[in-house]
């Protein structure tokens, strides 16, 4: 299916992102596991991918910051000597009353979940406009296409919905070159990051009454890059369970 494709996943060595590595490493494409403090994790998830048959490195870099970022897409096309597909994954998620967040944590999470996409996306773009094909997909949230208030999580909701204002402009000015750009945005998702009472109060507030698998997360993205999605571009595609319907 992705055959001769090579792929960057930010923040790829856990949760969402190793299994959007994984997913991209087994329908065959060559993979970049991003990471930044989590070697022996991203190095796991690179063996992985070795075990299924496609070629797969690591590269430490902090892509919140423009030299980490070009660090990461230039040590792919080095590595694995292209870059067809970028996955935009990483990203702190910062829960606390907005009154209560402090200037630095505002900024780590509009660097992490923001910035990092436009840093990324810059330095990647150049390479798929000149062979005239790419995919770049940006991990979103549920209800980044909504005006609302998110009291506890507003600056990580302010920059998932730049996010998507984001993808849309850059879709716009890279649909002529051959590159699509999307959004999956999930909702509640079996990460580990809650706790099991916390998790099981969440899912009684879904319409199916359960998270997401990391496999249904990457499953959309997989879709996105493939062949069967090349007339879709400045998309999100919710993986939500019907979360906010």
């Known amino acids: 299916m992705l055959h001769g494709r090579v792929a960057l996943v930010t923040g790829g060595g856990t949760g969402i992102g190793k299994a959007i590595c994984l997913a991209l490493g087994r329908a065959g494409a060559n993979v970049m596991v991003n990471y930044r403090f989590r070697k022996t994790q991203a190095q796991k998830v690179a063996n992985e991918i070795r075990d299924a048959g496609s070629e797969a490195s690591v590269v430490r870099a902090d892509v919140s910051v423009t030299g980490g970022a070009e660090k990461a897409v230039e040590g792919t096309v080095q590595s694995l000597g292209r870059i067809d597909i970028l996955v935009n994954n990483v990203g702190e998620f910062l829960h606390r009353p907005l009154?209560?967040?402090?200037?630095?944590?505002?900024?780590?999470?509009?660097?992490?979940?923001?910035?990092?996409?436009?840093?990324?996306?810059?330095?990647?773009?150049?390479?798929?406009?000149?062979?005239?094909?790419?995919?770049?997909?940006?991990?979103?949230?549920?209800?980044?296409?909504?005006?609302?208030?998110?009291?506890?999580?507003?600056?990580?909701?302010?920059?998932?919905?730049?996010?998507?204002?984001l993808t849309k402009s850059l879709a716009k000015e890279l649909a002529p070159f051959g590159v699509t750009v999307n959004v999956v945005a999930p909702g509640l998702a079996e990460t580990g990051a809650l706790s099991r009472r916390a998790m099981k109060k969440a899912k009684k507030g879904l319409p199916m009454r359960r998270a997401a698998t990391l496999d249904e997360i990457a499953g959309a993205v997989l879709f996105l890059v493939s062949d069967d999605a090349t007339y879709i571009t400045g998309s999100c595609i919710p993986v939500s369970g019907g979360w906010l319907l």
């Open 99 to 165: 009154l209560k967040v402090k200037p630095e944590q505002w900024s780590d999470a509009i660097d992490s979940n923001l910035n990092s996409v436009f840093y990324c996306s810059s330095y990647a773009s150049p390479h798929m406009r000149r062979r005239k094909w790419g995919r770049i997909i940006n991990i979103g949230v549920a209800g980044c296409d909504s005006i609302r208030a998110f009291p506890n999580t507003t600056a990580y909701n302010i920059a998932k919905t730049g996010v998507l204002i």
